[in-house]
Protein backbone atom coordinates (compact mmCIF):
# COMPACT_ATOMS: atom_id res chain seq x y z
CA UNK A 1 0.00 0.00 0.00
CA UNK A 2 1.31 3.58 -1.04
CA UNK A 3 1.71 5.92 2.16
CA UNK A 4 -0.11 8.99 -0.14
CA UNK A 5 -3.63 8.53 -1.32
CA UNK A 6 -5.42 10.73 -3.54
CA UNK A 7 -9.34 11.03 -3.99
CA UNK A 8 -9.09 11.61 -7.52
CA UNK A 9 -11.64 12.37 -10.13
CA UNK A 10 -10.42 11.61 -13.89
CA UNK A 11 -12.89 14.13 -15.07
CA UNK A 12 -11.22 16.80 -13.30
CA UNK A 13 -8.46 18.82 -14.62
CA UNK A 14 -7.36 20.13 -11.10
CA UNK A 15 -7.08 16.43 -10.06
CA UNK A 16 -5.02 15.22 -13.08
CA UNK A 17 -2.58 18.48 -12.33
CA UNK A 18 -2.11 16.87 -9.06
CA UNK A 19 -1.83 13.49 -9.74
CA UNK A 20 1.03 14.36 -12.59
CA UNK A 21 2.29 16.67 -10.02
CA UNK A 22 2.89 13.64 -7.24
CA UNK A 23 4.09 11.32 -10.23
CA UNK A 24 6.67 13.84 -11.04
CA UNK A 25 7.57 13.67 -7.51
CA UNK A 26 8.30 10.47 -7.88
CA UNK A 27 5.41 9.51 -5.92
CA UNK A 28 3.15 6.46 -7.23
CA UNK A 29 -0.21 7.63 -4.99
CA UNK A 30 -3.20 5.27 -4.51
CA UNK A 31 -5.93 6.51 -6.23
CA UNK A 32 -9.16 6.29 -5.47
CA UNK A 33 -11.53 7.17 -7.56
CA UNK A 34 -14.26 8.67 -5.02
CA UNK A 35 -17.17 8.96 -7.52
CA UNK A 36 -16.96 4.66 -8.37
CA UNK A 37 -15.38 4.40 -4.85
CA UNK A 38 -17.04 6.80 -2.13
CA UNK A 39 -15.61 7.05 1.62
CA UNK A 40 -18.26 5.93 4.29
CA UNK A 41 -19.09 8.56 7.00
CA UNK A 42 -16.27 7.15 9.28
CA UNK A 43 -13.11 8.01 6.65
CA UNK A 44 -14.68 11.20 5.82
CA UNK A 45 -14.59 11.96 9.38
CA UNK A 46 -10.75 11.15 9.52
CA UNK A 47 -10.12 13.09 6.26
CA UNK A 48 -11.99 15.96 7.60
CA UNK A 49 -9.68 16.28 10.77
CA UNK A 50 -6.52 15.45 8.46
CA UNK A 51 -7.75 18.75 6.73
CA UNK A 52 -8.33 20.67 9.63
CA UNK A 53 -12.11 21.46 7.74
CA UNK A 54 -15.61 20.96 9.00
CA UNK A 55 -17.49 19.32 6.71
CA UNK A 56 -19.57 22.44 5.36
CA UNK A 57 -15.97 23.98 4.05
CA UNK A 58 -14.97 20.66 2.50
CA UNK A 59 -18.61 20.68 -0.15
CA UNK A 60 -18.62 22.03 -3.25
CA UNK A 61 -21.67 24.25 -3.02
CA UNK A 62 -21.48 24.83 -6.91
CA UNK A 63 -22.98 21.45 -7.19
CA UNK A 64 -26.46 21.21 -8.79
CA UNK A 65 -27.69 18.64 -5.64
CA UNK A 66 -26.07 21.12 -3.17
CA UNK A 67 -29.28 23.57 -4.08
CA UNK A 68 -31.64 20.34 -4.60
CA UNK A 69 -30.80 18.42 -1.32
CA UNK A 70 -31.06 22.32 -0.01
CA UNK A 71 -28.03 21.98 2.52
CA UNK A 72 -26.94 25.53 2.57
CA UNK A 73 -28.42 26.67 5.65
CA UNK A 74 -27.32 23.53 7.28
CA UNK A 75 -25.14 23.53 10.11
CA UNK A 76 -25.01 19.55 11.49
CA UNK A 77 -21.86 17.98 10.85
CA UNK A 78 -23.10 14.33 10.32
CA UNK A 79 -26.29 15.46 8.02
CA UNK A 80 -23.32 17.14 5.71
CA UNK A 81 -20.95 13.81 6.00
CA UNK A 82 -23.76 12.02 5.27
CA UNK A 83 -24.82 14.00 2.23
CA UNK A 84 -21.42 14.05 1.09
CA UNK A 85 -21.28 9.78 1.43
CA UNK A 86 -24.58 9.47 -0.13
CA UNK A 87 -23.70 11.64 -3.36
CA UNK A 88 -19.75 12.25 -3.21
CA UNK A 89 -20.09 14.79 -6.40
CA UNK A 90 -20.22 17.01 -2.80
CA UNK A 91 -16.80 16.47 -2.29
CA UNK A 92 -14.19 18.81 -2.97
CA UNK A 93 -11.26 17.27 -4.92
CA UNK A 94 -8.77 16.15 -5.36
CA UNK A 95 -7.83 15.50 -1.32
CA UNK A 96 -4.08 14.10 -1.27
CA UNK A 97 -3.47 12.29 2.36
CA UNK A 98 -0.31 11.18 3.55
CA UNK A 99 -0.23 9.87 7.19
CA UNK A 100 -1.79 12.32 9.70
CA UNK A 101 -1.81 14.90 7.47
CA UNK A 102 -3.90 16.00 4.12
CA UNK A 103 -4.37 18.64 1.81
CA UNK A 104 -6.77 19.56 -1.31
CA UNK A 105 -5.28 20.18 -4.50
CA UNK A 106 -6.29 23.29 -5.52
CA UNK A 107 -3.74 24.42 -6.56
CA UNK A 108 -2.18 21.20 -7.25
CA UNK A 109 0.86 22.46 -5.53
CA UNK A 110 -0.83 23.04 -2.09
CA UNK A 111 -0.01 19.09 -1.59
CA UNK A 112 3.25 19.85 -1.15
CA UNK A 113 3.14 21.06 1.93
CA UNK A 114 2.27 17.49 3.18
CA UNK A 115 4.40 15.51 1.64
Not at 15 to 34: D, M, N
Not at 87 to 93: A, Q
Not at 99 to 104: E, N, R, S, V
Amino acid sequence: MSEVTIYHNPRCSKSRQTLELLKEKSIEPEVVEYLKTPPNAAELKDILSKLGLSADELMRKKEAIYKELGLAGVSDENELITAMVNNPKLIERPIVIKGDKAAIGRPPESVLDIL
